[in-house]
């Protein structure tokens, strides 16, 4: 990734072959540097050429997002070459399916571990990078309000994000800066509404709105 610090950055982390990947390319179609991270090494590969193909910057990182260290370096690293953190997308959960009788403690904070408080890695990691217009963006879903019970901690997961997002949003905003989770109210589906690129080009719009009537959760679907 080479700096072109007059263009924006997006982060985007948890870049997996579905919604992730829409989210980098609908942003890099946008006009922005993308910045990618995952664990996947060949995934990464795969989307960072494409999205060079197709005229965008990209740079791309593989590490497990748990990893407080390795993910405040890769963000940190992302910052200086771009000089800016103009967006920070927030995108990856775990899928466990146990009803809330056969998770266990240890499984549940794990989850949370990485669905919910890689973010606050990710976001402190950003911020000195982050200035007024910049924007944290999530993907919300749901199971915050409709848990299944065969995938408890996916519930606990989205409705815990929801609201530390909302408390982001209250911080940051005294800097310009605002956090947004947008809910997805439907299974992903390429044949539907719900389509990964229709979804990501809604959190590409949540991203773009003004400071004035802001929310901090915007619902899809």
Do not use: C
């Not at 080479?2 to 390319?25: E, F, Q």
């Not at 995952?38 to 795969?46: E, P, T």
């Not at 771009?82 to 399916?97: C, I, M, W």
């Amino acid at each position: 990734m080479t700096d072109t610090a007059s263009n924006p950055l997006v982060i985007v982390v948890g870049t997996g072959p579905g919604l992730g990947r829409s989210v980098a390319r609908a942003f890099g179609s946008a006009g922005y540097d993308v910045a990618l991270v995952s664990r996947s090494q060949s995934g990464l590969d795969a989307l960072g050429k494409e999205l060079q193909d197709e005229g965008v910057t990209a740079g791309w990182t593989a590490l497990d997002i748990t990893d407080e260290e390795a993910l405040t370096a890769a963000i940190q690293r992302f910052a200086t070459f771009s000089g800016r953190v103009d967006v920070l997308h927030f995108n990856p959960s775990a899928f466990r399916e146990k009803d809330p009788l056969e998770l266990t403690p240890e499984e549940l904070l794990d989850d949370v571990r990485l669905g919910v408080a890689s973010l606050l890695t990710a976001v402190q990691a950003a911020r000195p990078s982050m200035s007024a217009g910049a924007r944290v963006t999530v993907t919300g879903s749901m199971a915050a309000d409709r848990p299944w019970n065969r995938a408890a901690s996916l519930g606990v997961q989205k409705a815990a994000l929801r609201n530390l997002v909302t408390s982001l949003d209250a911080t940051l905003a005294r800097d310009g800066i605002r956090a947004v989770t947008v809910t997805v109210n439907g299974t992903l589906d390429p044949t539907t509404e719900f389509a990964p690129d229709k979804v990501a080009a809604a959190i590409l719009d949540a991203a773009r709105r003004p400071d004035e009537g802001w929310t901090a959760e915007v619902p899809y679907g």
